[in-house]
């Protein structure tokens, strides 16, 4: 600790910046002035040039165009250090904490200046004193593993405290965290705001954040400042508006039919988590025809784990899958015979294979197909020409089907995906975050493509993160923690706070 | 980000369509030939540092691996092993696996078919020679199939496994060899009797060359098709590209492992039948002469596509030809071929690290300016 640093919060003004890569201007002539002590929120869709703005700032980018004021004073940010040395600090959407080692160690070894001989007893007092100061605190001697999402991320921001920073960039810092302790890590930031300590600039998807916690905001659209001002001046639909720009927003698809008879079941199903310390325990989930059946959660509670059971990567050691009736073990007959198909999260790493092209990659599901049979040798001719028809229909933007799926952006690779699994007939789709890090105008397509395989009678399970996307979509609404389904509604009596508590395992 | 559907401009799309196929595939070709040179280059400095003239060396390998008639024929016997080999290596790296010890199905599989041969003395040339390199086949298959089988069942790494495999195979071999299979007459050199005359593999008519080349390009061609056109190798191509997918697609990934590996072992299986029937006559120590180790280094320069191991497996073995005259001429150590292809392995698996990060190979990152 080097109490000799100085202190309190400083403004930050960004002049002109711009930053090309090759032809393609990601972030194009953006002043924002961020005033000390204040709490500046940054929006945008993804590809917006948030991230962009603040890697500008941070040094890990360097500006085609355009300065920056650190404290009224022009700064020169070559690398991260630089920044830091500035007081610019960076809290990341994921954690950066050795899991193994405890808080106070974290935290020392965290400084740039930890001696090689490190005194414990003189930075134990030195951590406590620091502590004191303090609006807010976590456990220092256990290991970080142990802490709940929330206490790491508060240990994320406390140690930037400790580091000396005095501006702090905060990056979608409530992702992994329920609402309530989502609300409470940043009331805690707006206090230290408020007390003049650090200002901050988060960025964020969600309004609600904004206007509880947030003075100012600005806005960002394909890389240029779009809109922004004082938060009490704007509403919801205000920031949306600017977020959006005159891009239509596909309405939300009407619901259409009833819940049929059921199509898929997990009885007293029992596997190890991805850990294998712990267990997976679903007695019954029961997901019928025509329905979504939303299953909430923090990731991490076992989520990824049932789409492995059901797509078969994942023996169970007890329990059993049926489809339709019929025991299901997910080989490549069944899943075609009683038509299941999957959306695993992050399709370019689950379901796609990243080198291999976009017309391959479409052709996935039906390369061994030759009309109703199966086919021993390959038509390369029939696989390009289906991928030509189903990249048209699903609007998947690829420079060309010989292109490696890779060269796809995340919205266009989920295209090719929806594509390849969302064509015939669909009786059982089982999805996990279908629109993670996709911009709005995708999330909207594939939630209305998603919505529309309901209404034409397939039973879909809905794995999601994103607590509005599970509102939005499900007839029912399941939660799951610690690898159990804890809780169970409609989606109509759904309320978030209840589900929050639910989630957190609080309830 | 990368979010802009490149639309060509309206004139000259056809031949922006054309380029942009010829610069995807040139990728595989440029590449390789690339790090080829730089392994050369930086073994010609090498050979500077000991005051040799890398001119003379390369001359001399040209003279006697491709100068005449006589070291194409020396060059080409040399080849057919190296095909096999080289298919143990690249079959099983389609799925993703790297497997290096194709020396130990070599060995075992010539052994087994010197074994089968001494015992089937008598039979008609048409009856036992089948049924000797099926039981190489037989052999070495089992013995890479097993590395996939604990790569599947057990998640044992196959690189290793099959690595120290290899030195259990060659250990068998020298046991058997100088034990139970050793033939008594066999002084200097223990090796199991030595076939009849009728069980041996000729030459090709006409050329000094046996026959283990023709089917080594055989295995090749058909490890291509296999790979390229059947929907057993699209499969095998999805699970290597990534095994999670192949997974969520219902493909028999466990299956695929254990045929792919089986596949690769059974041809190397088939490299120690040809250096027993065709070369040496008896299965000795000589099996275990490191074709399956330069097998690794011609995979790896031929991208893993069969129809590419041809051409870089006679290139290759024009080099191991060449040994003895450089040796002589030179007085260079024998090691020499060996810093050779170490240097150029070390090339190619840096280059390993920049396909897909060149512009000039990916159209759709041509800038439309």
């Known amino acids: 600790m080097t109490p000799d640093l100085p202190q309190g919060a400083i403004g930050v003004e960004t002049l002109h910046m711009t930053m090309r890569f090759g032809a393609f201007t990601a972030l194009d002539d953006v002043s924002i002035r961020i005033a000390p002590g204040s709490f500046h929120a940054l929006l945008g869709e993804n590809g917006a040039g948030k991230s962009t703005l603040v890697k500008c700032m941070m040094g890990f980018y360097h500006a085609t165009a355009g300065e920056m004021l650190v404290a009224g004073r022009e700064a020169r940010v070559p690398d991260p250090r630089a920044a830091h040395a500035l007081g610019l600090g960076m809290v990341y959407q994921h954690f950066t904490l050795v899991p193994s080692l405890t808080a106070a160690e974290n935290l020392v070894i965290s400084r740039p200046d930890a001696p090689r001989v490190i005194d414990w007893r003189a930075e134990r007092a030195a951590l406590a004193a620091f502590m004191d100061r303090m609006p807010f605190r976590v456990p220092l001697d256990q290991p970080v593993r142990a802490l709940a999402a929330g206490e790491k991320q508060k240990l994320e921001i406390l140690k930037q405290l400790y580091l000396g920073r005095r501006f702090l960039i905060l990056d979608e810092p409530t992702s992994v965290l329920t609402p309530d302790e989502a609300d409470e890590v940043l009331g805690h930031v707006r206090a230290l705001c408020e007390a003049g300590q650090i200002t901050v600039l988060m960025i964020t998807h969600k309004f609600r954040e904004v206007t509880a916690f947030a003075d100012e905001v600005s806005v960002l659209r394909r890389g240029r400042l779009v809109g922004g001002g004082r938060v009490a001046d704007l509403s919801h639909s205000d920031m949306a508006a600017m977020m959006m720009g005159d891009a239509a927003i596909a309405e939300p698809a009407p619901r259409t039919g009833r819940a049929g008879a059921p199509v898929l079941a997990l009885r007293a199903a029992r596997a190890r988590d991805r850990s294998g310390l712990k267990d997976i325990a679903i007695d019954a989930l029961q997901v019928r025809a025509g329905e979504i059946v939303g299953i909430a959660g923090i990731s991490g509670n076992g989520q990824m784990e049932l789409m492995e059971i059901l797509t078969g990567q994942r023996?169970?050691?007890?329990?059993?899958?049926?489809?339709?009736?019929?025991?299901?073990?997910?080989?490549?007959?069944?899943?075609?015979?009683?038509?299941?198909?999957?959306?695993?999260?992050?399709?370019?790493?689950?379901?796609?294979?990243?080198?291999?092209?976009?017309?391959e990659n479409i052709g996935f599901r039906s390369f061994d197909l030759n009309g109703s049979g199966t086919r021993f040798w390959l038509s390369g001719r029939e696989m390009r020409a289906r991928a030509a028809d189903l990249v048209a229909a699903f609007k998947v933007k690829a420079a060309s089907l010989d292109a490696p799926i890779a060269a796809l952006s995340g919205g266009n690779v989920q295209r090719a995906v929806l594509?390849?699994?969302?064509?015939?007939?669909?009786?059982?789709?089982?999805?996990?975050?279908?629109?993670?890090?996709?911009?709005?105008?995708?999330?909207?397509?594939?939630?209305?493509?998603?919505?529309?395989?309901?209404?034409?009678?397939?039973?879909?399970?809905?794995?999601?993160?994103?607590?509005?996307?599970?509102?939005?979509?499900?007839?029912?609404?399941?939660?799951?923690?610690?690898?159990?389904i804890v809780h169970e509604t409609t989606a109509a009596a759904s309320d978030p706070a209840t589900l929050g508590q639910h989630m957190g395992g609080h309830a | 980000m990368t979010d802009h559907g490149i639309s060509g401009p309206a004139t000259g799309a056809p031949l922006r369509a054309m380029l942009a196929r010829v610069a995807r595939r040139a990728e595989a070709v440029v590449l390789p030939l690339a790090a080829l040179m730089a392994g050369f280059a930086v073994f010609s400095l090498f050979l500077l540092m000991q005051g040799k003239?890398?001119?003379?060396?390369?001359?001399?390998?040209?003279?006697?691996?491709?100068?005449?008639?006589?070291?194409?024929?020396?060059?080409?016997?040399?080849?057919?092993?190296?095909?096999?080999?080289?298919?143990?290596?690249?079959?099983?790296?389609?799925?993703?696996?790297?497997?290096?010890?194709?020396?130990?199905?070599?060995?075992?599989?010539?052994?087994?078919?010197?074994?089968?041969?001494?015992?089937?003395?008598?039979?008609?040339?048409?009856?036992?020679?089948?049924?000797?390199?099926?039981?190489?086949?037989?052999?070495?298959?089992?013995?890479?199939?097993?590395?996939?089988?604990?790569?599947?069942?057990?998640?044992?790494?196959?690189?290793?496994?099959?690595?120290?495999?290899?030195?259990?195979?060659?250990?068998?071999?020298?046991?058997?060899?100088?034990?139970?299979?050793?033939?008594?007459?066999?002084?200097?050199?223990?090796?199991?009797?030595?076939?009849?005359?009728?069980?041996?593999?000729?030459?090709?008519?006409?050329?000094?060359?046996?026959?283990?080349?023709?089917?080594?390009?055989?295995?090749?061609?058909?490890?291509?098709?296999?790979?390229?056109?059947?929907?057993?190798?699209?499969?095998?191509?999805?699970?290597?590209?990534?095994?999670?997918?192949?997974?969520?697609?219902?493909?028999?990934?466990?299956?695929?492992?254990?045929?792919?590996?089986?596949?690769?072992?059974?041809?190397?299986?088939?490299?120690?039948?040809?250096?027993?029937?065709?070369?040496?006559?008896?299965?000795?120590?000589?099996?275990?002469?490191?074709?399956?180790?330069?097998?690794?280094?011609?995979?790896?320069?031929?991208?893993?596509?069969?129809?590419?191991?041809?051409?870089?497996?006679?290139?290759?073995?024009?080099?191991?030809?060449?040994?003895?005259?450089?040796?002589?001429?030179?007085?260079?150590?024998?090691?020499?071929?060996?810093?050779l292809q170490g240097f150029v392995f070390v090339a190619i698996l840096i280059s390993e690290t920049l396909y897909g990060r060149l512009r000039i190979f990916a159209p759709e990152r041509w800038s439309t300016r």
């Open chain 1, 315 to 359: 023996p169970l050691e007890a329990g059993e899958i049926e489809v339709k009736g019929a025991p299901y073990t997910a080989s490549r007959a069944e899943a075609r015979l009683r038509a299941v198909r999957y959306l695993p999260e992050e399709p370019l790493h689950n379901a796609c294979a990243p080198r291999m092209s976009v017309a």
């Open chain 1, 419 to 484: 594509a390849r699994e969302l064509t015939g007939d669909v009786d059982v789709l089982v999805i996990s975050n279908p629109c993670f890090g996709l911009d709005v105008s995708a999330v909207s397509e594939i939630r209305a493509r998603i919505m529309a395989a309901r209404n034409a009678g397939a039973g879909v399970l809905l794995m999601s993160e994103d607590l509005d996307e599970i509102l939005e979509l499900s007839d029912r609404v399941l939660v799951m923690s610690e690898g159990r």
């Open chain 2, 53 to 339: 003239s890398p001119a003379e060396f390369f001359s001399l390998v040209y003279k006697a691996g491709f100068g005449t008639a006589f070291s194409w024929q020396n060059t080409l016997s040399r080849t057919a092993p190296l095909l096999f080999a080289a298919l143990c290596v690249a079959l099983p790296a389609r799925l993703g696996l790297v497997v290096i010890g194709g020396e130990g199905a070599i060995v075992l599989g010539g052994l087994a078919a010197g074994a089968l041969g001494v015992s089937l003395a008598g039979a008609p040339a048409a009856v036992a020679l089948p049924l000797m390199a099926l039981a190489a086949c037989v052999v070495g298959g089992l013995w890479i199939g097993s590395v996939g089988a604990l790569r599947y069942l057990r998640g044992v790494n196959e690189t290793i496994a099959s690595l120290l495999l290899a030195y259990i195979a060659i250990a068998l071999m020298n046991h058997l060899v100088e034990g139970p299979l050793r033939d008594p007459a066999s002084l200097n050199k223990p090796s199991t009797a030595p076939l009849a005359d009728a069980l041996r593999v000729g030459d090709m008519p006409g050329w000094d060359v046996h026959w283990g080349l023709l089917a080594g390009i055989a295995g090749c061609v058909l490890a291509w098709a296999l790979i390229d056109r059947t929907t057993w190798g699209f499969a095998a191509r999805i699970a290597g590209g990534n095994v999670r997918a192949a997974q969520v697609q219902g493909l028999p990934v466990g299956r695929l492992i254990l045929g792919f590996t089986a596949l690769g072992g059974a041809f190397a299986g088939l490299a120690g039948f040809f250096e027993v029937a065709a070369v040496h006559g008896s299965a000795n120590a000589s099996l275990a002469s490191g074709y399956g180790y330069t097998g690794i280094l011609i995979a790896f320069l031929a991208r893993h596509n069969p129809l590419a191991i041809i051409p870089v497996a006679i290139l290759l073995a024009g080099f191991e030809a060449s040994s003895g005259l450089v040796q002589r001429r030179m007085d260079l150590p024998d090691a020499t071929t060996l810093v």
